[in-house]
């Protein structure tokens, strides 16, 4: 059996990896040319803890990796993994899934396979139905369910967890017709991950699973993040102790309720829009989505008001950021909450100076020279009037006083909690903590 794998972005690239390392037959397919030399060559053009490695594993096995779909017409099982970026009015753009399918198809034309396509790419509901579909039938001149297999399969993993999620996924979701070639995809999966539960829906339900997900915990963060910002108002008060006794109630459970800056990423904050996007144009007002996104959208002002409060006109002030990834354990920025951070203090005039394990090569392809970039954590704290704890890497737990003693003005915003319990001669302000009277 051969699986051909379209797309090697973290979806996909972890699916190929995985797949391979096990022993299948793996057929990737990138692109992007820079991108597919670098796999080829055992590097992951991203920053993924343990990828890497099972990369290489597989390519000593029986991957395959091109930037061409001309093997795609050998491959049973076909798992289409392209981007589907926001729009600017919210709505996702499918000229790349549209593409990649309409290439695949063309390729599947000549060969008498009749695979099974999964889509695992996040469409809105209908997407499979109504733009998928067709094409593959007019391209293949066959109907899906009798002559080929078309699966929605959304996928669930969290970037810098991404291989323990694709070995180890907490459900699969089958959204299709009832036919042969869903018995043969049922089979597949339960071979691969014993012991997981499968739900077997229609193309519709599974695609809006994959909204469900994401905005409910969309839904939780800002939720958490509304209370933080009540609680900064109650002297003493400490949201990590609401969040932790909440998390205890098995009917809430603790994940997703950690206080921040907000949520950012490229996934929550873009299948929010597309989500508030589709109820609007579905004649539904999403009231909770909109009020979940707001939340997120205003959280940032928490962090702005105490730096202004404390360094009043922020011209020429030296702030320091520590983390730029949108989440520790990645190099990832998209969409990060600490680039908006950025982008909104340069615009008052203020000198910044970032610190990331990771994400400095790709923050300084957005800030160029605009910025600068501290060698260490010291470094970057060095003459600062301010320093801002954005993202949770484990280095930044470490910090201690004799960090801070060459900063100029001890400003201590601590958007995580991280320092919390540590003896600060600083002025330490963290979200969700009330300070004493
Ligand atoms: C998210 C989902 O968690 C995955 O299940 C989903 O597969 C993926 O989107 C996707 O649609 O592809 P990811 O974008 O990797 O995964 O990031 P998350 O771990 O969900 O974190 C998103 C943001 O929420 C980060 O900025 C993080 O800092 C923030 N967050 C998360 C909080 O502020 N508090 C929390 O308690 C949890």
């Not at 003493?236 to 603790?254: E, F, H, Q, T, Y």
């Not at 203090?345 to 800030?367: R, S």
Request: glycine content about 8%; proline content about 4%.
């Amino acid at each position: 059996m051969k699986i051909g794998i379209v797309g090697l972005g973290f979806v996909g690239l972890s699916l190929t990896s995985v797949l391979s390392s096990k022993g299948y037959d793996v057929l990737g397919i990138e692109l992007d040319e820079k991108k597919c030399k670098k796999i080829i060559n055992g590097t992951t053009p991203f920053f993924e803890p343990g990828l890497e490695k099972i990369l290489k594993i597989g390519l000593k096995k029986k991957l395959k990796i091109k930037n061409n779909f001309s093997l795609i017409k050998n491959c049973d099982l076909i798992f289409v993994t392209v981007g589907t970026p926001q729009n600017v009015n919210g709505e996702i753009d499918l000229s790349i899934i549209k593409n990649a399918i309409s290439t695949i198809g063309t390729n599947l034309q000549e060969s008498g396979n009749n695979p099974i396509i999964f889509i695992k790419s996040t469409v809105v509901p209908g997407t499979i139905e109504n733009v998928i579909l067709p094409i593959l039938e007019k391209k293949l001149n066959k109907k899906a369910g009798k002559d080929f297999g078309l699966i929605s399969n959304p996928e669930f993993l969290q970037e810098s967890n991404a291989v323990k999620n694709t070995k180890f996924p907490h459900v699969i979701i089958l959204g299709g017709h009832q036919t042969k070639f869903m018995i043969k995809a049922k089979k597949f999966f339960e071979k691969l991950h014993p012991n997981i539960p499968i739900t077997i829906t229609n193309y519709q339900t599974a695609e809006m699973i994959k909204y469900a997900n994401n905005s409910f915990l969309a839904t939780k963060i800002s939720f958490i993040n509304q209370l933080s910002n009540i609680c900064q108002k109650i002297p003493g008060a400490n949201i990590d102790d609401i969040a932790k006794a909440m998390g205890l109630d098995p009917r809430i459970g603790k994940l997703f309720l950690n206080a921040g800056p907000g949520y950012g990423g490229s996934c929550l904050p873009k299948d929010m829009k597309a989500l508030i996007n589709f109820a609007n144009s579905s004649g539904i007002k999403p009231t909770l989505l909109n009020a979940v996104e707001e939340i997120n959208n205003k959280q940032l002002e928490q962090i702005i008001s105490i730096i202004k409060e404390k360094l009043g006109d922020l011209s020429l002030k030296r702030i320091t950021i520590l983390g730029t990834s949108f989440k520790p354990n990645t190099d990832d920025i998209r969409d990060s909450i600490a680039v908006e951070l950025i982008k909104k203090l340069l615009k008052k005039k203020a000198k910044i100076t970032i610190h990331d394990p990771k994400a400095i090569n790709n923050t300084k392809n957005i800030f160029k020279n605009k910025i600068n970039y501290g060698k260490s954590i010291r470094d970057s704290l060095s003459k600062s009037q301010c320093v801002i704890i954005m993202t949770q890497w484990k280095q930044y737990e470490k910090l201690n006083n004799n960090d801070f003693n060459y900063m100029t003005k001890k400003l201590v915003i601590d958007c995580r909690r991280m320092l919390i319990k540590k003896e600060l001669n600083v002025e330490y302000y963290a979200i969700g903590l009330g300070k004493e009277k």
